[in-house]
């Protein structure tokens, strides 16, 4: 048996063991990267450390962060809704964003269940997209997603302010986080 949700999603159930497997619209289209280079080498040390879009020298290759945990002289401080301008003013230990390729979307939550930001996350949305720092960092990081989902050049660049804007609530309410850690190579790797 399978439902076809008004999202697209398809759940399907074995109805003799009752597990339960979704098919979420889109999901075909996360990249993979995960093979080694055949031209993989020995890693040059930087600092800040800039070989993955999850690196210090690329906060803005993710979406806007939820949360950070920063070392200070008092132990671990945990600061929440940074403002872009204020992305490289701290160290993250770790860092808690969005994930650009969610499994089960904002569109599954809104569509399916009426799924709506709380008003804090809205406050938190309308503030970071009012700068000018939050709304390119929005916009960037928006573009990379719907290119690698397969959207043209041309559709990209017809993309207005507002489209921009009513396409970016996953990344200030969605409930898919990855949690990445400030030094992702051991010294000597």
């Given at each position: 048996?399978?439902?076809?949700?008004?999202?697209?999603?398809?759940?399907?159930?074995?109805?003799?063991?009752?597990?339960?497997?979704?098919?979420?619209?889109?999901?075909?289209?996360?990249?993979?990267?995960?093979?080694?280079?055949?031209?993989?080498?020995?890693?040059?040390?930087?600092?800040?450390?800039?070989?993955?879009?999850?690196?210090?020298?690329?906060?803005?290759?993710?979406?806007?962060?939820?949360?950070?945990?920063?070392?200070?002289?008092?132990?671990?401080?945990?600061?929440?809704?940074?403002?872009?301008?204020?992305?490289?003013?701290?160290?993250?230990?770790?860092?808690?964003?969005?994930?650009?390729?969610?499994?089960?979307?904002?569109?599954?939550?809104?569509?399916?269940?009426?799924?709506?930001?709380?008003?804090?996350?809205?406050?938190?949305?309308?503030?970071?997209?009012?700068?000018?720092?939050?709304?390119?960092?929005?916009?960037?990081?928006?573009?990379?997603?719907?290119?690698?989902?397969?959207?043209?050049?041309?559709?990209?660049?017809?993309?207005?302010?507002?489209?921009?804007?009513?396409?970016?609530?996953?990344f200030f309410g969605g409930g898919h986080e990855l949690v990445v850690a400030g030094r992702h190579y051991a010294d000597g790797a």
């Amino acid at each position: 048996m399978f439902y076809i949700m008004p999202d697209g999603t398809i759940k399907q159930i074995n109805p003799f063991t009752r597990t339960e497997v979704w098919t979420v619209p889109g999901r075909g289209s996360k990249p993979l990267t995960n093979a080694i280079p055949k031209n993989a080498q020995k890693i040059e040390r930087h600092d800040p450390e800039d070989y993955c879009n999850f690196c210090e020298a690329n906060y803005f290759n993710t979406p806007p962060e939820k949360s950070r945990l920063v070392k200070t002289a008092k132990g671990y401080e945990m600061m929440e809704h940074l403002p872009a301008k204020e992305y490289f003013e701290t160290k993250a230990a770790f860092r808690r964003v969005p994930n650009l390729f969610e499994i089960v979307t904002m569109d599954y939550w809104r569509m399916n269940h009426s799924y709506e930001l709380s008003p804090r996350n809205r406050k938190w949305k309308k503030e970071y997209l009012a700068t000018e720092e939050g709304f390119n960092h929005v916009r960037n990081v928006l573009s990379l997603k719907l290119r690698l989902s397969g959207y043209s050049e041309e559709r990209l660049s017809a993309l207005t302010r507002e489209d921009i804007v009513n396409m970016s609530d996953a990344f200030f309410g969605g409930g898919h986080e990855l949690v990445v850690a400030g030094r992702h190579y051991a010294d000597g790797a």
